[in-house]
């Protein structure tokens, strides 16, 4: 499965534990041309992020006397001057990362590190649309009801091009995010490739948006549909509220759509599995030498036995593959669409001193049955074409998941 780099203006949020850490501070001095190598201090003159020790790491002299000694060699000899000392040493963390081969344990600069959390809350200032890089092309993934975005005209599938007359040619989604957000009521300009369409201008007014939880929909036969839209802080009360209004409606079954949905909160997510299971574990947590720790069902849930189908696809990841994990492993729902991401890890964020964060991979998580996600994913109960459509009445998976429902109320009751 073709991996996809989803972020949004609004930067995705993924499956991470809301812990607040502290970060090691510690005062660096300069190191000059002919002076003796005695300490990481001597040499870098402030130049390294506050959150670095002064000293190796016990048994680690050679190697950071060889970091050192690079270091002190490329500032003082690289025939372009001045080097900018704070992007090399973000790259050399960054470089260190890498070598970990854990595309989630990662580090993000103070810009990055707000938008997160602005994501977490559910709230920024922008034009409310997530975008992906795909092939080098930045693609607009889904635009948000009442945003800028969504009144402006933007189309899930659009490929912006330029930023206010400035190319996109090798520029990131993340990168993209920074130049489209920036404070409401001013403009950005996107220009658009649109299928055969000439390349065009639109012009969208930043505003404060809410990132919404979910969005609800009455379908033929009084089915409710509930489509959530990420994993943050006030997801699960606003699930809660809609799925009291479903069942008090009499509605005789509800899908609850998760494709599209890059997760979130852990906490969201065993919350929303919770309105739907009577008990169990919702998920196992398992960290280094294999030890595990189990979520389970912590509160009452007000929609435990309305008939549910749980529709995914490919971008349905983490928290959502959380959800649809519990509620396959008791039957409890049945599951349309396509594979899921198969992103099954835990990232414990860092907050550190100049305002960036780290986030380092720190466990796995398994279904209820103990099966791992991770490059695996969710395989639906039935398989469809899973992708959105402008209309739920042409929607493949809908109209599938609509079918399996009546099928369902059909059937006779059993004592």
């Known amino acids: 499965m073709r991996r996809k780099h989803i972020l949004a203006v609004v930067l995705s949020f993924f499956l991470i534990l809301t812990i607040g850490t502290g970060a090691f501070a510690a005062g660096y001095s300069a190191g000059v041309r002919g002076s003796p190598i005695q300490s990481l201090a001597e040499v870098l003159n402030?130049?390294?992020?506050?959150?670095?020790?002064?000293?190796?790491?016990?048994?680690?002299?050679?190697?950071?006397?060889?970091?050192?000694?690079?270091?002190?060699?490329?500032?003082?000899?690289?025939?372009?001057?001045?080097?900018?000392?704070?992007?090399?040493?973000?790259?050399?963390?960054?470089?260190?990362?890498?070598?970990?081969d854990d595309p989630h344990t990662i580090l993000l600069d103070p810009s990055a590190s707000e938008r997160s959390r602005e994501n977490t809350r559910q709230r920024f200032q922008g034009i409310g649309a997530r975008i992906e890089e795909e092939d080098g092309q930045i693609v607009v993934h889904s635009v948000f009801p009442d945003s800028p975005a969504k009144d402006g005209g933007l189309q899930p599938g659009d490929i912006i091009v330029a930023v206010n007359g400035e190319s996109l040619e090798g520029v990131t989604a993340e990168g993209t995010a920074l130049r489209i957000r920036g404070e409401a009521g001013t403009d950005v300009v996107l220009t658009i490739e649109r299928g055969d369409e000439e390349p065009f201008d639109l012009t969208l007014t930043r505003a404060e948006v809410k990132i919404p939880s979910l969005s609800t929909q009455t379908l033929s036969g009084n089915i409710g549909y509930i489509r959530l839209w990420g994993f943050g802080e006030l997801t699960a009360e606003d699930l809660r509220a809609e799925l009291k209004s479903v069942v008090d409606g009499g509605a005789p079954g509800l899908i609850l759509d998760l494709r599209d949905n890059p997760g979130g909160l852990l906490g969201a997510a065993i919350d929303v599995s919770s309105e739907f299971l009577a008990r169990g574990t919702v998920v196992l947590y398992e960290q280094q030498a294999q030890r595990q720790r189990s979520y389970r069902v912590d509160t009452d849930g007000v929609a435990q036995d309305i008939p549910l189908v749980v529709l995914?696809?490919?971008?349905?990841?983490?928290?959502?593959?959380?959800?649809?994990?519990?509620?396959?492993?008791?039957?409890?729902?049945?599951?349309?669409?396509?594979r899921t991401y198969g992103k099954g890890t835990v990232q414990l964020p860092h907050n550190l001193d100049d305002g960036s964060q780290l986030?380092?991979?720190?466990?796995?998580?398994?279904?209820?049955g103990r099966d791992s996600i991770s490059e695996v994913g969710i395989t639906p109960d039935i398989e469809v074409d899973a992708q959105f459509t402008d209309s739920l009445e042409e929607d493949a998976a809908v109209q599938r998941a609509l079918e399996q429902l009546t099928l369902v109320a059909a059937l006779p009751d059993v004592a």
């Open 46 to 100: 402030g130049v390294l992020p506050s959150f670095l020790p002064a000293e190796p790491p016990v048994g680690q002299d050679e190697k950071w006397q060889l970091f050192l000694e690079v270091w002190e060699i490329v500032s003082r000899e690289f025939y372009r001057q001045p080097m900018d000392q704070d992007v090399m040493m973000r790259g050399a963390i960054r470089g260190m990362l890498e070598t970990l």
């Open 312 to 338: 995914v696809n490919e971008r349905s990841a983490s928290a959502s593959e959380i959800v649809a994990g519990a509620l396959a492993h008791y039957d409890r729902a049945t599951i349309i669409g396509q």
């Open 359 to 368: 986030r380092v991979t720190i466990a796995q998580w398994l279904t209820p």
